[in-house]
C-alpha cells in the first residue's frame, strides 16, 4: 500500500499539471449512526475512455489502511473493499461519468475515524487529494419522563357518583337513626299514660 503511495507521488511529479485530483471539503465532522457524502472531483476530458479509470479511496489510520473505494478499468471492484465498510458504502456512478467520486457512507462508527485518500488515474494523468473524518460517539439520549397518570374522565365519573352514593346513603342511615330515636323518646300522651296505668 505505502509502496502503491509513493509510486503515486512520482507519477503526479512526472505528469503535466492540467490533470487534477480535488477534494470538495478538507474535513468533516459526523456523529456515529448517522451518513455522510465524501466527495472528490477530476479532470476529465469528454473523449476520455473509462476504460482507463483506476481509484483508490483509502482510509488512513495509525493502526492500518483501509480501502474504502476501487475501480479499476472503470470498474467497481467491490471485493477489494475493506469489511469494515462493507455494506455501508455507496458510489454515485452519473457522477463518476462527471468526474466526480460521491461516496455515501451510511451508519458511520466511531473507528471511521481517519485520513481519506483518493487516487486517481485516467489517460489524461494521475493524482490524488485527501481529506479528514471525525465520528463523534452519538449522545445519549436521556428517556423521556412518564407524566403522571391522572384517572380517565370516565373513572372520575365513577369516582364522583361512588362518593355522592356513599354520601347520600349515609344521610338516610343517619336520618333512619334520628327519626327511631325520637320514635322511641318521645314522651306519652295522657291517653297514652292513662292505658298505661291499668
Known amino acids: 500500500m505505502i509502496c502503491r ?14 490533470f487534477k485530483v480535488k477534494v470538495k471539503q478538507t474535513s468533516y465532522q459526523a456523529e456515529e449512526n448517522h451518513n455522510i457524502t465524501l466527495e472528490w472531483m477530476f ?9 482507463s479509470l483506476i481509484i483508490y479511496c483509502d482510509m488512513f ?25 462493507a455494506g455501508r458504502v455507496q458510489s454515485d456512478k452519473d457522477a463518476l461519468r462527471e468526474g466526480r467520486i460521491r461516496l455515501h457512507m451510511s451508519r458511520l462508527r466511531t473507528e471511521d475515524s481517519g485520513l481519506y485518500i483518493c487516487e486517481v488515474k485516467t489517460d489524461d494523468g494521475v493524482g490524488s487529494d485527501r481529506c479528514l ?24 365519573g365513577r369516582i ?10 349515609l344521610a ?14 318521645k314522651p306519652l300522651s295522657k291517653t297514652d299514660n292513662t292505658a298505661a296505668e291499668e
Not at 43 to 51: A, F, L, V, W
Not at 133 to 154: F, G, I, M, Y
Not at 160 to 169: D, I, S
Request: proline share 7%; charged share 15%; glycine share 6%.
Open 43 to 51: 479532470t476529465t476530458k469528454p473523449d476520455s475512455s473509462s476504460t
Open 133 to 156: 473524518l471525525n465520528v463523534t460517539a452519538a449522545v445519549d439520549q436521556p428517556e423521556p419522563q412518564k407524566p403522571t397518570e391522572r384517572p380517565q374522565p370516565e373513572s372520575q
Open 61 to 85: 489510520t495509525d493502526h492500518n489502511v483501509s480501502v474504502l473505494y476501487h475501480v479499476h478499468e472503470g470498474v467497481e471492484v467491490p471485493e477489494s473493499q475493506d469489511e469494515q465498510f
Open 172 to 185: 338516610v342511615c343517619a336520618g333512619l337513626c334520628l327519626a327511631f330515636r325520637r320514635y322511641f323518646t
Open 5 to 18: 503511495i509513493l509510486l503515486l507521488i512520482s507519477l503526479t511529479s512526472c505528469v503535466s499539471g492540467t
Open 160 to 169: 364522583g357518583l361512588y362518593v355522592g352514593l356513599t354520601a347520600a346513603g
